[in-house]
């Protein structure tokens, strides 16, 4: 049998929290085609202490339980067996983390095809731990009880970059896709409540809906997350739309000095 493009294992306490996320009707497929295979590892099978314990109380003074670092090694070393090493990549979801984005995530399809998730719980994991891991990932600035979660997140994103599982014109103009967030789209009816798709979409002029679109995804980014234009500058198409549009144009002053990507 052929063997899976991609692999998710998962080292959790709580494999039943993912489980059902991932039996969702849009992996189903994948699934089926054998593009994507999970395995899940549960962490006290990894334990050789009394009562399959994966815990202690933390060295010196401190509330909580910590998760020691034996068991989770012996796990990462059983996941990795017959991977290959180049395109296996281990990921330790934790709040001091890198920052997840898109562009990340597709660096991280387009450069591993292997992934073990280590999810966390209680006050959390032992120093020692980051030491096998390469990548420490962080979805915000924020604190969850539950690690399971983070992982879901950083999947999900994952998995819909994998072609099979999502179609490739689906994504293409995602948010964040291409530094830029996405532009308005509707459906009918054309009218609700007195408020009406913009006639533009409706014109059957490819290239003037195109430019309505761009000119969009502009002002959205621009007023929602001006910060995402510091790493992505506008682009030469994007320059010349703004010059040809006055209003558009004097909305982005502040940035029309940058150099044009192609």
């Not at 991932?22 to 962490?43: A, D, G, Q, T």
């Not at 290959?84 to 995530?105: C, F, I, M, S």
């Not at 073990?116 to 030491?131: A, K, L, T, V, W």
């Amino acid at each position: 049998m052929e063997s899976p493009k991609y692999k998710f294992i998962f080292i959790s306490l709580f494999n039943d929290l993912i489980k059902p996320f991932l039996n969702h009707s849009v992996f189903k497929k994948p699934i089926k085609e054998r593009i994507i295979k999970f395995e899940f590892f549960n962490l006290r099978d990894f334990s050789d202490l009394k009562n399959s314990q994966i815990d202690d109380y933390q060295s010196g003074p401190g509330a909580g339980m910590v998760l020691m670092t034996p068991p989770i090694w012996r796990a990462i070393q059983e996941a990795k067996h017959k991977l290959e090493p180049k395109r296996t990549t281990v990921l330790l979801l934790t709040p001091q983390g890198r920052p997840w984005n898109q562009k990340l995530a597709q660096q991280f399809i387009n450069n591993y095809q292997n992934f073990i998730f280590i999810s966390g719980n209680y006050e959390g994991f032992d120093e020692r731990i980051r030491s096998f891991v390469d990548h420490e990932i962080s979805i915000g600035d924020y604190v969850l009880t539950s690690g399971e979660l983070p992982t879901l997140v950083i999947v999900n994103s994952l998995m819909r970059l994998i072609p099979g599982t999502i179609k490739k014109d689906s994504r293409e103009n995602d948010s964040f896709t291409n530094g830029r967030l996405d532009y308005p789209v509707y459906t009918r009816p054309k009218e609700f409540l007195k408020m009406s798709i913009p006639e533009v979409l409706v014109s059957g002029n490819h290239q003037i809906i195109k430019n309505w679109r761009i000119k969009q995804s502009l002002l959205k980014t621009l007023h929602c997350r001006p910060d995402l234009f510091q790493a992505n500058p506008l682009t030469s198409e994007e320059m010349k739309i703004l010059k040809n549009d006055q209003i558009l144009f004097e909305q982005f002053k502040k940035i029309i000095n940058q150099k044009p990507k192609d």
